[in-house]
């Protein structure tokens, strides 16, 4: 298989969870600011998953610029990155009709941590094929962002479980504000 047949692909699943998080919206009640309001916590969880969802895409589209090979395990690894993506429709749900409970938190807390591990293990395979010598061998040599991301994972869930479950959704915040912007090394390697 192609990278480009695995990144049409990856894109294609993206985009289609994409579109189930926003059917989850549904419409207010009621045809009043107050019950679009009312809507308030539904809407900043469907942001958040969409924007988790747009990092992913961004950072996945340029590390695949450097890809040269594409073997079986890389094709496994990102059938379970993509299945995990795939669970983020129903914990943003969950989550969305119930914000301070711990349950839904903690599962859309442990969504988050899965895909981020299972992320670092793409890239990570992406290195094995491709070589540690390849550009991006040298450009992901030492997966500080993940690591972090990783370990600020565990601790919202840790804080989620014994003080309170808000901590997964604040934690996760600054997550997305490490990620938001793609690496430049990788625009740069590839311009």
């Keep these: 298989m192609t990278k480009g047949r695995l990144e049409a692909f990856t894109d294609a699943i993206i985009a289609i969870v994409m579109t189930i998080l926003v059917l989850e919206l549904h419409q207010p ?16 969880i469907y942001i958040m998953s969409f924007v988790i969802l747009a990092i992913y895409w961004h950072n996945h589209h ?18 379970f990155f993509i299945f995990v993506l795939t669970l983020y429709p129903f914990a943003t749900a969950w989550v969305g009709d119930h914000l301070a409970s711990q349950a839904p ?37 030492r ?11 565990v601790l919202a869930l840790l804080l989620g479980y014994f003080f309170h479950p808000y ?11 490490l990620w938001v912007i793609p690496d430049r090394r990788v625009e740069q390697a590839t311009s």
């Design 143 to 153: 997966y500080i962002k993940s690591y972090l991301s990783i370990g600020l994972n």
């Design 105 to 141: 938190e903690l599962t859309y807390g442990t969504v988050i941590l899965v895909g981020n591990v299972v992320y670092l293990f793409l890239m990570k395979e992406l290195v094995r094929a491709n070589g540690k010598e390849s550009s991006l061998g040298h450009l992901f040599q």
């Design 62 to 79: 340029h590390m695949f610029q450097l890809v040269k090979k594409v073997n079986g395990r890389i094709l496994w690894a990102n059938s």
């Design 29 to 44: 009640q009621a045809d009043t600011w107050a019950a679009l309001f009312d809507l308030r916590q539904k809407i900043l």
């Design 167 to 177: 901590f997964v959704l604040v934690i996760n915040v600054i997550i997305l504000v």
